[in-house]
């Protein structure tokens, strides 16, 4: 067993767009990322879902009928077939748990 500190690995990454493995978790990996100013196409994870947990900032789900704010420490799964995409206006770091 190992203790992560969150915020000390997110703030270890000193680059936008660089997703940092910290762990795996039954299949799944978790990643701390730092992203500004970005809209990713829509897509879909067809065979799991998908964890975003905002350490600091804020950053907007948009699905094809929602968009939902998330804001520091605060998650949002987006369950697997859900076209989604994330929009990041200002800095956010967070939290991401995804299917190996």
């Known amino acids: 067993m190992e203790k992560i500190n ?3 690995e997110v703030n270890s990454v000193n680059e936008l767009y660089i997703y940092k493995k ?10 701390v990322v730092n ?3 970005r809209t990713l ?3 879909i994870h067809e065979n799991s879902d998908e964890l975003f947990y905002v350490i600091e900032g804020s950053f907007v789900l948009e699905t094809e009928d929602k968009r939902t704010q998330v804001n ?5 799964i987006v369950p697997k077939g859900t076209l989604h995409r994330p929009v990041v206006t200002s800095l956010c770091k967070f939290l991401m748990i995804e299917l190996d």
Not at 72 to 76: L, P, R, T
């Open 22 to 31: 910290i762990a795996h978790l039954n299949g799944h990996t978790l990643s």
């Open 35 to 37: 992203v500004e100013n």
């Open 41 to 43: 196409d829509f897509h």
């Open 6 to 8: 969150l915020i000390k």
């Open 72 to 76: 520091d420490g605060e998650f949002i």
